[in-house]
């Protein structure tokens, strides 16, 4: 798996596009940089940069946006609405594939270094990267933002993790650190109050408000033993949020960050906004987000608005993420399009041709070219795809099938396996060809010295290895089909039997196919070891499919003939 690591620094300029252009430009100009998002704020004054690369990339890309960016603003003439302290007010690394958390806080400590040595710039890090678990969080750091830190670097508890305890007067100072997944999400009120907007984030997010002995804002604090004012906490864990007015819209939000949105997901945000609106006599209008998020925020919350629907959740991510859209008003203020917006589809869209993004006479007219690949094992996996579909699409008319509501949760979890045993089937439908294209690329490999011709063997040896597993991969997965399908058949809708077994058929095809891939590239490999394992796993495999197909196929034929 290729490494990826994905940084997301927020400078504090929001309404130059001249300077927004130059910062982005010195960022790409480390190469294996991919630039994903560019996300302005005229009010804030502030960009969200979204890039990812492999870890060497992102730091030096980091790096040099950092440098442009203390070029080109100066802090002592900076305003806007968000809090800020430095012209790259924040810089952290988030893991996205075959990065560990050790790796994201190295690449923290060397770019902090770095920039403290080269830059003059004081650093501080934050999150899992942080020194102390009393520097982990970025609003304590914040905290006097700009204008109060040419005071509190001197505290010896502020003193910076890099640089000097002097603060840079014209750039401020930097937080870098390594995170999880950080959403910044805004829920559109129906109101220009910003003191209304942030009763609903005080009702809303985790710190909630100080308790009062009237229960009004500007009443007597109620205090603790220790002297400390007692706050009342609000409904939703690891959500940060405040109410502000933004002049382009000409409306009042409330501004939240989601830090761990795996507990505390973007739905659940939304619907507490609309809860204590709605008590407060307001009402939610619609919603952004600011920057990227992953796909699943998107999917889960997709499911959710079905859920409360009462229908089922087994529909295509796409489905998904558009109801989503739609239930949370993301495109209210401006177009959400989910291919700029979903970190898994900008990295998608960067990462060349893609057999599977195909419409249906492109993917035959490539099959039949005179090009090797796709080849049979694309199509093996793609058959295996279509077989799981059906499985899935008899599951979702059973789901709404009338008279049958309260066998919904049962078809409806049947329909988001198939979901995911269709997705996981078209992603190998990629990966065969890639594997094949893998195999190519070894024996083109040059061979005149003895050392490029043992080179060169080794690269066909792991290719060929690559090229066996890869169907395997295959005959596995839509082996899972069978439990899909064989459930379908006993319960599903009785019209639709014809269509479990056409996915039958299918899910046996590709296995059988599959295994056809994996007997040719065995013939490459000359471990007899690696041969008889791979071997013995899709012999079994191929024997599992035959007796399940028969097992599911009786009950077809039942339903047929009855």
Request: with cysteine.
């Amino acid at each position: 798996m290729k490494q990826l690591i994905e940084c997301v620094p927020n400078f504090s300029e929001g309404r130059d596009l001249g300077v927004i252009r130059q910062i982005t430009d010195a960022i790409e100009s480390a190469e294996g940089v991919s630039l994903l998002d560019v996300d302005p704020g005229a009010s804030t004054n502030r960009t969200v940069v979204t890039f990812v690369g492999a870890p060497e990339a992102v730091v030096e890309g980091a790096f040099r946006g950092i440098k442009k960016a203390a070029e080109l603003i100066d802090m002592r003439k900076h305003k806007g609405a968000h809090p800020r302290m430095g012209a790259t007010d924040v810089c952290p690394f988030i893991p996205v594939s075959d990065v560990s958390w050790e790796e994201a806080i190295e690449c923290a400590r060397s770019l902090g270094k770095r920039v403290a040595e080269e830059l003059k710039i004081p650093v501080y890090l934050y999150e899992r990267a942080a020194s102390s678990p009393a520097r982990a969080n970025l609003s304590i750091i914040r905290a006097g933002e700009y204008e109060g830190f040419f005071e509190k670097i001197k505290q010896p508890q502020w003193k910076p993790d890099f640089g000097p305890a002097v603060f840079n007067e014209r750039s401020g100072a930097t937080v870098i650190g390594a995170r999880d997944f950080l959403v910044a999400y805004n829920v559109n009120l129906n109101t220009k109050s910003v003191r209304r907007a942030n009763s609903v984030a005080f009702d809303v997010r985790e710190q909630g408000r100080i308790k009062t002995e009237d229960g009004t804002p500007g009443g007597k604090k109620v205090l603790d033993e220790k002297g400390e004012p007692v706050r009342i906490p609000g409904m939703l864990k690891h959500v940060k949020g405040i109410g502000w007015y933004v002049e382009e819209y000409g409306i009042a939000q409330v501004s939240m960050n989601l830090t761990n949105i795996s507990e505390t997901p973007l739905h659940a945000a939304f619907d507490g906004c609309c809860k204590s609106a709605e008590q407060r006599g307001l009402r939610v209008t619609g919603s952004e987000v600011v920057g990227m998020l992953p796909k699943k925020c998107l999917i889960d919350a997709g499911r959710y608005f079905l859920r409360k629907q009462q229908w089922s959740e087994g529909a295509a991510e796409e489905e998904l993420i558009d109801l989503a859209i739609r239930s949370m008003g993301l495109s209210e203020l401006k177009p959400c399009d989910p291919k700029e917006k979903v970190i898994e589809y900008r990295i998608e869209k960067t990462a060349g041709k893609s057999l599977v993004r195909l419409n249906l006479r492109q993917f035959c007219n490539e099959t039949l070219s005179d090009s090797p690949a796709p080849g049979g094992g694309s199509v093996a996996a793609l058959m295996g795809a279509l077989g799981a579909s059906l499985g899935g699409m008899v599951a979702n008319l059973s789901a709404g099938k009338r008279g049958w509501e309260e066998k919904l949760p049962f078809f409806s979890e049947w329909a988001v396996k198939a979901q995911q045993l269709k997705d996981e089937l078209l992603c190998l439908v990629d990966e065969d060809t890639a594997a094949f294209n893998k195999v190519m690329a070894a024996f083109g490999l040059p061979k005149d010295s003895p050392e490029e011709k043992a080179a060169r063997m080794k690269a066909i040896q792991g290719a060929n290895e690559y090229a066996a597993e890869i169907p395997l991969k295959v005959m596995e997965t839509a082996s899972r089909s069978y439990d899909l399908l064989k459930e379908m058949a006993e319960k599903g809708n009785p019209a639709s039997i014809s269509d479990v077994g056409v996915g039958l058929l299918a899910t046996r095809t590709c296995i059988e196919g599959a295994g056809m891939n994996v007997r040719i590239n065995l013939s490459g490999l000359k471990d007899e070891n690696v041969k008889a394992a791979l071997r013995g796993r899709m012999s079994r495999l191929s024997a599992e499919s035959e007796a399940r197909y028969k097992a599911a196929r009786d009950w077809v034929e039942r339903k047929l003939q009855g």
